[in-house]
């Protein structure tokens, strides 16, 4: 059984910090893509940021770039995502996913942890 646990979230002024953590468990993520990904109330689920297992492709969204940092601990299967600067529409309900690497569709889902940036 796959699970992709999240913590890390909750309430920070702006211009303050977060680090979001995705514990993986239930198979081998070596051939995965990790990604997180946000929905804020009312709006559509948005990609935030992917790495690789190897950590050589990273990609960011044009909204967090030179602010959000994804990183990845292969020893504890676990993907980070450290935001910085941030503002109250960061404000969202963040999700980890994975997908098998070469595949576009992300198939497992975290159950999400709330960020709230406060102005």
């Known amino acids: 059984q796959v699970q992709l646990v999240e913590s890390g979230g909750g309430l920070v002024q702006a211009g303050g910090s977060l680090r979001l953590s995705c514990a993986a468990s239930g198979r081998t993520f070596s051939s995965y893509v990790m990604g997180w990904f946000r929905q804020a109330p009312g709006k559509e689920r948005e990609f935030v940021a992917s790495?690789?297992?190897?950590?050589?492709?990273?990609a960011y969204a044009d909204s967090v770039k030179g602010r959000f940092t994804i990183s990845r601990d292969s020893a504890k299967i676990t993907v980070y995502l450290q935001m910085n600067s941030l503002k109250p529409e960061d404000t969202a309900v963040y999700y980890c996913a994975g997908r098998l690497s070469g595949y576009t569709d992300y198939n497992y889902w975290g159950q999400g942890t709330q960020v709230t940036v406060s102005s």
């Open positions: 790495i690789n297992w190897s950590g050589r492709n990273i």
